[in-house]
């Protein structure tokens, strides 16, 4: 079967997938970087580690607030795919109908400038919206 990737291309054309599933607690992000961290690791993409817990920790924290805002008991599922060439990641979270975006960029904001560290780190970013319900957030990375 072939599946196809957010950020384009057959799932089956890429060397190394892995997916984990959260559920929506506090610690959702932390447990997605370490995870990311030691996965990346074992891949041999240690280089990029760094920018790829940066994006994953926003994507999650973004998941993780939507959904417990709604008050939805459904998981964030991560997905990491690499070629080599690239390293993409997913966000799944069950609020289909509520986009990230970005928030206040002013130096006095506690918090919104997630969405910018994505955009400067990733080749590209999106949302798409999946036919049983929720959204993936994803991001590409040029290794």
């Known amino acids: ?84 060439v690239h390293l993409v990641l997913e966000v799944w979270d069950g609020a289909g109908h509520r986009e990230p975006k970005p928030g206040d960029q002013s130096t006095s904001a506690e918090s919104g400038r997630g969405l910018a560290v994505v955009t400067a780190i990733a080749e590209r970013w999106g949302v798409r919206h999946v036919e049983d319900g929720g959204k993936i957030v994803f991001a590409l990375i040029k290794l």
């Open 1 to 84: 079967m072939t599946v196809q990737t957010s950020a384009g291309g057959a799932a089956d054309l890429w060397e190394r997938q892995d997916a984990l599933e959260l559920r929506a607690l506090d610690t959702a992000p932390s447990c997605a970087r370490l995870h990311a961290k030691a996965l990346l690791s074992e891949w041999g993409l240690s280089r990029i580690a760094d920018e790829a817990e940066l994006v994953i920790s926003e994507l999650v924290t973004n998941a993780y607030r939507i959904t417990a805002a709604l008050k939805l008991d459904t998981p964030i599922s991560l997905r990491l795919w690499t070629d080599y």
